[in-house]
């Protein structure tokens, strides 16, 4: 079972940009990725995902156009490159893989503990 750690989180205005990673300490090739959030008081929702290989990504349409998902095999890790940030981007930032495809979201596991990311307007 692979074991995920996020980073890269950390106090933004709005405007900037971030950029979180997750680390995992097994294949992270034979698994789609995916990045979720969850604000305070809120259920957790999806933000991102992206095919093993990496040719293939899917965005909520809340962050389309300034958030941008991709993977480096070679080292098992995903990036989750955040630009124009806004204070409603506010949450706690974690990833998750999946054995399936990345449309299943209920096959998402092995979640991590998250990252913390403040967007201050």
């Known amino acids: 079972q692979v074991q995920l750690v996020e980073s890269g989180g950390g106090l933004v205005q709005a405007g900037g940009s971030l950029r979180l990673s997750c680390v995992a300490s097994g294949r992270l090739s034979s698994y789609g990725t995916g990045w979720f959030r969850q604000a305070p008081g809120k259920e957790r929702e999806f933000v991102a995902a992206?095919?093993?290989?990496?040719?293939?990504?899917s965005y909520a349409d809340s962050v389309k156009g300034r958030f941008t998902i991709s993977r480096d095999n070679a080292k098992n890790t995903v990036y989750l490159q955040m630009n124009s940030l806004r204070p409603e981007d506010t949450a706690v930032y974690y990833c998750?893989?999946?054995?399936?495809?990345?449309?299943?979201?209920?096959?998402?596991?092995?979640w991590g503990q998250g990252t913390q990311v403040t967007v201050s307007s």
């Open positions: 992206i095919t093993r290989s990496g040719a293939t990504t």
């Open positions: 998750a893989v999946n054995p399936y495809t990345i449309t299943f979201m209920g096959a998402f596991g092995s």
